[in-house]
């Protein structure tokens, strides 16, 4: 592989040192590893999408989004079940006999939907107990896991760690729900990198070898990047992979400017001198199979995948009660607008906001609002389903009678899109 910026043509360079507690199995399992190694790449991995869920909104993460065609992270065609992700893992093993490595990079975040990896782990190793099992993690929830995460026997985490300074994690996280609670700012990057760090530290002491992604973003974290490798390294991860920024449609960063491999391979180079630095990412999805090179997942694809929501289901709006444009955080009755998004062929895509009068203005005025309940229908009449932190009765066996179907929740857009048409749907 032809690097310009000069530094590696083996796939990663600087301090390769493992840490004095790797023992002989570990160290031969990142040596087979296509991520952790030059040598590792002629080596296949499998990307088992269980972790539908996220718990941060970063401003480059668009999940909605998926093409065959793509490859970044976030994006996968379906979801499986911990069964599913089993059944196919041994399909897939028949076909590829260097298949080594199990990963589980998201869609959403593998800590955020714990129980499916924990099983999807657990039923992989006991048809396969030599396969190598890593995960990739945002961080967040590290502190209450890290220990469960030794003690399945992970060997090899990855960790997204684009910040250690709050200021500049605000420009990136738009917001955080930790344990339910929704924070912005810099209280956000602030939580998210206090448990970052804790979580990183307690893995390479207890014998997990940690990468830490990094994503380039120009103009916001490039000049701060030598400070995170350098306090990843004190943390006693093991590389560090300097990421570019793919800007994607709909999102925050999506007009932001690429940058080149030249000054990728430069701030690597840079930081190589502090530990060792991954220089062959692909930067996969969530459902790749097959070597980094060489995706083969479209081989694969509809073998037990569940896609984000039913595939019958097309053509389908839903009409959203937000204020944020991010979270389902208001009151039907408070609602005035609505973010209407459709479904269509597996994809969800935002339309257009709607205005409407607000069905209920006060305490004594929202029992008899039939007049601005027909204007409600009248504006979301093409509707299938509507959702809502909390909905009144009345209005609720209104929508119904129209055929509109409701569900109350408090989540962002996009997981309760799809946690209310899999309760809906059965």
């Known amino acids: 592989m032809a690097l310009s910026g000069g530094g590696c043509s083996g796939g990663c360079s600087g301090?390769?040192?493992?840490?004095?507690w790797a023992s002989e199995e570990l160290k031969k399992k990142t040596e087979e590893h296509p991520c952790y190694t030059a040598d590792g790449h002629k080596n296949a991995r499998m990307h088992i999408p269980v972790a539908p869920k996220c718990n941060i909104q970063c401003n480059y993460c668009n999940r909605l989004y998926d093409c065959v065609n793509e490859s970044r992270p976030g994006v996968t065609s379906g979801i499986l079940?911990?069964?599913g992700a089993a059944k196919k893992y041994s399909m897939v093993k028949e076909k590829i006999d260097n298949l080594k490595v199990v990963g589980i990079a998201g869609p959403g975040d593998a800590l955020a939907n714990f129980e499916e990896t924990k099983k999807s782990i657990e039923l992989i190793k006991e048809q396969d107990p030599d396969v190598i099992i890593c995960l990739s993690t945002n961080g967040l929830m590290l502190p209450d896991y890290a220990e469960e995460i030794v003690a399945l026997g992970i060997s090899h985490v990855t960790v997204t760690l684009n910040s250690i300074d709050p200021k500049i994690g605000a420009k990136i996280y738009?917001?955080?729900?930790?344990?339910?609670?929704i924070l912005k700012g810099e209280k956000a990057a602030k939580v998210l990198q206090d448990n970052q760090l804790k979580g990183i530290e307690y893995l390479a002491k207890n014998g997990v070898l940690c990468k830490?992604?990094?994503?380039l973003v120009k103009g916001v974290n490039e000049h701060h990047i030598p400070e995170v490798v350098k306090k990843a390294r004190e943390l006693g991860a093991f590389m560090t992979n300097i990421m570019p920024l793919i800007p994607a449609s709909g999102t925050v960063f999506e007009n932001l400017p690429l940058t080149s491999k030249k000054e990728l391979n430069e701030l690597r180079n840079k930081c190589s001198i502090t530990m060792k630095q991954m220089y062959h990412c692909q930067q996969c999805r969530a459902d790749a199979i097959g070597q980094l090179t060489q995706d083969r997942s479209l081989e694969f694809r509809d073998m037990g995948e569940k896609p984000f929501v039913e595939k019958e289901k097309r053509d389908v709006l839903i009409a959203v009660a937000s204020k944020s444009g991010k979270l389902i955080d208001q009151h039907f009755g408070q609602a005035d607008k609505f973010h209407i998004y459709k479904l269509s062929n597996n994809e969800i895509k935002f339309v257009e906001e709607r205005n409407i009068e607000k069905y209920c203005t006060g305490v004594e005025s929202c029992d008899d609002k039939d007049s601005k309940m027909d204007k409600v229908l009248k504006t979301l009449g093409d509707c299938k389903v509507v959702l809502s932190v909390r909905i009144g009765y009345g209005p609720k066996q209104m929508l119904r009678s129209k055929n509109i179907q409701t569900y109350e929740l408090y989540d962002t857009i996009e997981d309760g899109i799809n946690t209310a048409f899999q309760k809906i749907n059965g």
């Open 212 to 215: 830490i992604n990094i994503v």
């Open 81 to 83: 079940t911990p069964e």
């Open 174 to 181: 738009e917001f955080v729900n930790y344990k339910g609670e």
């Open 15 to 20: 301090k390769t040192d493992y840490p004095e």
